[in-house]
């Protein structure tokens, strides 16, 4: 049994080593008495985070010291995923890294993952969720330890209420090269199919070419009216081999480019600017171009779908502008996907 002074240090670095927090467990190895450990908490000197959980300079605790406090709870080996998990990526898309530290005694759900043999139940903050596909490797970032990113995509897009959501997650992480469409196949494929409907519907037209949310819902559109010979990121070049632009959507039998332009990447002076010199190539291209709004493809798609079909008619009408598709060019023109903007 160490001295008393010798035990109090090893607290301290116990828990200097986990951002201030020591398990129950811990404290018994060490060998601090539970009457101790009471009374501390009791005094208000130590903070209960979670049930044989501790943070032993007391006040509430950070977001940070809170996952790390839902691992150790757990134990190991458990992982964070979802939402949980996607902030530590660093994932924009559902305003995660726009979220303020929440207010403490409201604290934000945590999503955990455990075996699905680990009897831990979820309590206070923490969510735990059983599976019997833990990954076999897993990534520690920070102190604390995630799923692989496809994975806790998977797990958010799972929970998610809108389809909205889950296209604007799906199509950030696949445009920014966080992770690949095939990874994401393979993690709808082997994943659960409770709750996977918004995640499959998300992904299906990611894995055709398109790169935001509002790209995915116009692919939607474009296939629910069975338009024919489009072609979705598709590189353009003139009869020179010079190039024209990279249009989101490319109706090659008419020559009609399709431009998802939002005021959130085309607003400020470089958007502006680069918007003013595509439009600029187009027209001297001959091609015809149609600008629609994200927010009018989600609030009025019907309307959207009409003008669609009626500037169709118009390139239809004009002689086919001699333009076509670089097919050894990447389908995506490298811009990261945008949230739903004005």
Known sequence: MPRRSDSWRF???????????????????????????HRRLVGGMWTRVLPGVHLVDGGHPSRRQRELAALLYAGSP??????????????????????????????????????????????????????????????RRNGVVLVPLARAVGDAARRLRR?????????EVVQRGLVGVVDLEAELAGGSRRGSAFFRRALAPVSRGARSAPESDLMRLIDEAAIPSVFYNAV??????????????WL??????????????????????????????????????HAVLPTDIRDHPQRVLADLL?????????????????????PSSGREGWRWGA
Do not use: K, W
């Open 310 to 330: 009626r500037a169709r008619e118009s390139a239809a009408s004009r002689p086919r502008p001699e333009v076509y598709m670089d097919r050894h060019a990447s």
């Open 78 to 139: 458990s992982a964070l995923t979802g939402t949980t998990a996607l902030r530590r990526y660093g994932v924009r898309s559902l305003h995660l890294q726009d979220v303020a530290d929440d207010e403490p005694d409201r604290p934000e759900p945590v999503h955990l993952l455990v075996p699905h043999d680990r009897r831990r139940l979820s309590t206070g903050y923490v969510r735990v969720e059983r599976t019997r596909r833990f990954p076999e490797e897993v990534v």
């Open 163 to 171: 389809d909205t959501d889950a296209s604007a997650l799906v199509s």
């Open 11 to 37: 607290v301290r670095e116990t828990a200097d080593s986990q951002l201030g927090l020591i398990t129950a467990r811990q404290l018994a190895e060490i060998g601090v008495h539970s009457a101790t450990v």
């Open 252 to 289: 090659d039998d008419v020559g009609l480019a399709i431009e998802v332009d939002s005021v959130q990447y085309h607003a400020g002076p470089e958007g502006f600017a680069s918007t003013v010199r595509r439009n600029a190539r187009y027209t001297a291209a001959g091609v015809l171009v």
């Open 236 to 249: 353009l070049v003139d009869a020179a081999g010079v190039f024209v632009a990279s249009c989101d959507a």
